[in-house]
T-cell receptor, first 113, second 113 residues
Framework: AQSVTQPDIHITVSEGASLELRCNYS??????LFWYVQSPGQGLQLLLK??????LVQGIKGFEAEFKRSQSSFNLRKPSVHWSDAAEYFC???????????FGDGTTLTVKP | DTAVSQTPKYLVTQMGNDKSIKCEQN?????MYWYKQDSKKFLKIMFS???????INETVPNRFSPKSPDKAHLNLHINSLELGDSAVYFC????????????FGEGSWLTVV
């Protein structure tokens, strides 16, 4: 069965600092990987996704993520964090056969002024 | 126009009651979902429908019954509500269920007292 681990429950960074949110997955075949962001009181919004090809993918709001098969990781990065990036971030893996999505437990990002 | 809309947004009800949450999407998607997000923000899939057919049914009490009258609608009916049912329920949709982005509604906050 597929699984997703986000090791960091809560991360605090200063505005303007760089950010990396970790995501590790477990899946037998080539995974379909996603990062979503959830602002307070809102639903989830897609930041970026990876299916195949270039392992560095660009997303919205200046985010990028790198797929590393050898490490079973899909970490999310941003070079300079803005106060509006404070939110909950979810990594997800989708079963390429059945289409079932599994979400990580989320990482709460706090941005200090 | 709201892409995935669900009603009601807030619902407070007593234990033992029966309640429904309605969901509609105007994106032309063929797959719809119900997710549950608990107080710790853990997000778990409950059901998935493709072209009105149930394709994913996770370990959910049979007090929860989804109904999809057509591809654009997926309602969730809950019988005999319990305190543990208090959560945020998200409706979502996608085109297919593997590679494509899942679009989330804004959530329905259910509180059982």
């Amino acid at each position: 069965a597929q699984s997703v681990t986000q090791p960091d429950i809560h991360i605090t960074v200063s505005e303007g600092a760089s950010l990396e949110l970790r995501c590790n997955y477990s899946y037998g075949a080539t995974p379909y990987l996603f990062w979503y962001v959830q602002s307070p009181g809102q639903g989830l919004q897609l930041l970026l996704k990876y299916f195949s090809g270039d392992t560095l993918v660009q997303g919205i709001k200046g985010f990028e993520a790198e797929f590393k098969r050898s490490q079973s990781s899909f970490n999310l990065r941003k070079p300079s964090v803005h106060w509006s990036d404070a939110a909950e971030y979810f990594c997800a893996v989708v079963d390429s056969y059945a289409g079932k999505s599994t979400f990580g437990d989320g990482t709460t990002l706090t941005v200090k002024p | 126009d709201t892409a995935v809309s669900q009603t009601p947004k807030y619902l407070v009800t007593q234990m033992g009651n029966d309640k429904s949450i309605k969901c509609e999407q105007n994106l032309g998607h063929d797959t719809m979902y119900w997710y549950k997000q608990d107080s710790k923000k853990f997000l778990k899939i409950m059901f998935s429908y493709n072209n009105k057919e149930l394709i994913i049914n996770e370990t959910v009490p049979n007090r929860f019954s989804p109904k999809s009258p057509d591809k654009a609608h997926l309602n969730l009916h809950i019988n005999s509500l319990e305190l543990g049912d208090s959560a945020v329920y998200f409706c979502a949709s996608s085109l297919g269920s593997r590679r494509n982005t899942i679009y989330f509604g804004e959530g329905s906050w259910l509180t059982v007292v």
